[in-house]
């Protein structure tokens, strides 16, 4: 009885390790499924289906009132400061990759290069299959050629900071980092409309672009991007 009682002593840490281990591994798999389905099937249902819509012509209610409230507010000043905030966004993407690369964290680098670079492409391409036009409501300061939907400057600035979420989330900064890149995507947004280069549509369908292509590239590296010791190689936290 001793013995046995002994044992079971003896046996009773290694099983509640066993347990907290295998509570861990639910909670790991069940963040990874709602990562999953809010950051990538999700947004990727919405994107088609909004990209669909505008496939066929359809302009909604709101694109036109929220536009002509923006322009109402139009000043020179405010003219240039949101042509100067659209014009930071690559800079920005490019300083982060250098400095990436100057710290030789080529796997991260990697991954920022696919983010915002891959998020580009995917635009262009978008952009040319739906073929929207450009809003068309009063005499722009700064005019484009190409297609509006989706908004490839707020495509960029998402992912961006949907990476930026990615890289630093087990930061103890990541509520200031959110409401950094939450205010980030914004502004870019609303100096796109206030442009009169975009519907409010676009925007939409820019940021769900960019969460749909961020998070799946995210949950790749997640995957596939770890040391030999099943470390991941990717965050900015360690």
């Known amino acids: 009885m001793n013995e046995q009682s002994e044992f079971k002593v003896r046996g009773a840490p290694s099983g509640f390790a066993l347990g907290l281990g295998v509570a861990a591994v639910s909670h790991a798999k069940a963040r990874t499924g709602l990562k999953i389905l809010l950051g990538f099937i999700f947004p990727l249902i919405l994107f088609f289906a909004l990209a669909t819509d505008i496939g066929h012509g359809k302009i909604y209610p709101f694109d036109h009132s929220f536009l002509l409230m923006l ?12 042509l100067g905030i659209s014009a930071v966004i690559s800079v920005f993407s490019f300083l982060v990759l250098i400095y990436l690369c100057c710290r030789r964290l080529w796997h991260t680098a990697l991954f920022w290069l696919l983010a915002v670079g891959g998020s580009s492409v995917l635009n262009f391409i978008a952009k040319n299959v739906i073929q929207r036009s450009r809003p068309d409501l009063w005499a722009l300061v700064s005019p484009q050629s190409n297609f509006s939907f989706p908004s490839g400057h707020t495509t960029e600035a998402m992912a961006i900071a949907v990476a930026m979420v990615v890289l630093l989330h087990a930061s103890r900064y990541i509520r200031a980092i959110w409401m950094a890149v939450c205010a980030f995507v914004l502004l870019v947004a609303l100096c796109r409309m206030y442009l009169g280069l975009h519907y409010l549509s676009d925007i939409v369908g820019s940021c769900l672009l960019a969460l749909t292509w961020v998070v799946g590239l995210s949950i790749l590296f997640d995957v596939y991007g770890r040391t030999s010791q099943g470390s991941p190689v990717l965050w900015l936290d360690r």
């Open 71 to 82: 322009h109402a507010h139009a000043t020179p000043f405010l003219d240039r400061w949101a």
